[in-house]
């Protein structure tokens, strides 16, 4: 991203980033550098960082990405003049060089219906994206509705590891590695029909006694199991919640200092600033990617065009 142009003034972009206040940051500075600088003078240099931050959440995407993740936190900002609890929803992609990016934040204050799913995949189509092969999400309402709208091919595969968690907590804590220890084999199959015999007999065993923990998976089987169609390289990809579970540890870490944001702008400085951050270290692509574009290629069939 654009480099702010001076010592001073990059300084004071980190602690802001940190969650430092203007007060704070000001006295910093003059007792470091000597400098008094005013309150307005630290918010002049942040908001320069919140011109970069909109230009990077409106910039053009590529055409196709191979497989995007979709999570949130939430994060206390204030609005009208009460601190509500925002969802910061984050897409996080790879596209066809095997190579992650975050391909932007959503900021939303509840009701994140097919309404507000149908603005965001948009958003995603204005800036150039023409195509979604796969699609990680964690149950998000009127999101599989939303995005086919607007991707109409794109496969919608339910987390395993939030269905993990989900059933889970309708087992007694006493109870949990046994449970686990029949569920292993629905999400660990080899293929589909295994896992749906492993699937009945989960339900054979557990579904009197707690059955809100079988209807977990058993409701949602179809968008949970899409990833038994592919290799064990793919399927690692589709269900492992790592890769935006690290990226969102960044962001916790340079938001965790503010009790609350003074509004949406002030989070989204700091959001960019702690992506910037994250992705230094973004360089390298997936191991082996040649071999899985290749499966990509042969299970999507015409739908790879590398520019």
């Known amino acids: 991203y654009k480099q702010v ?3 001073l003034e990059q300084k004071i972009t980190y602690l802001y980033a940190i969650g430092t206040s203007t007060a704070d940051i000001a006295e910093f500075i003059y007792e470091t550098y000597g400098a008094e600088i005013s309150e307005g003078f630290v918010s002049n240099v942040t908001n320069a960082v919140l011109v970069h931050a909109k230009e990077w959440q409106n910039r053009p995407l590529q055409p196709i990405y191979a497989l995007a993740y979709l999570d949130a936190i939430h994060i206390k900002c204030r609005e009208d003049g009460k ?16 190579r992650k990016d ?4 959503y900021i939303a204050s509840g009701g994140e219906g097919a309404k507000f799913w149908l603005s965001v995949m948009t958003d995603l189509r204005n800036r150039g994206v023409q195509d979604i092969l796969i699609a990680c999400v964690d149950g998000l309402s009127g999101f599989e509705q939303a995005i086919h709208s607007v991707f109409p091919k794109t496969t919608v595969q339910r987390c395993v590891v939030h269905a ?20 292993r084999p629905v999400y660990t199959a080899a293929n589909k029909t295994e896992a749906e015999t492993a699937l009945r007999e989960l339900a054979g065993k557990w579904g009197e006694k707690y059955p ?12 949970l199991s899409h990833y038994f169609a592919f290799s064990p390289e793919i399927r690692r990809m589709m269900y492992t919640t790592n890769p935006i579970e690290s990226y969102n540890s960044v ?3 340079y938001t965790k200092n503010k009790r609350s944001f003074v509004n949406d702008d002030a989070l989204r400085k700091v959001l960019y600033l702690a992506t910037q951050k994250a992705i230094e270290h973004w360089d390298k692509c997936v191991p082996n990617w040649p071999t899985i574009l290749n499966q990509f290629a042969i299970h999507f069939e015409g739908r790879i065009v590398m520019s």
């Open 164 to 183: 993990i968690r989900n059933a889970l907590a309708y087992i007694p804590h006493k109870l949990k590695d046994k449970f686990m220890a029949d569920l």
């Open 102 to 105: 975050i391909l932007g934040h």
């Open 251 to 253: 962001l916790r870490k």
């Open 5 to 7: 142009s001076s010592e």
């Open 212 to 223: 809100m923990a079988v209807a977990v998976w058993r409701n949602n089987w179809e968008a």
């Open 83 to 98: 601190v509500v609890n925002k969802a910061v929803h984050i897409i996080m992609a790879y596209d066809l060089d095997g």
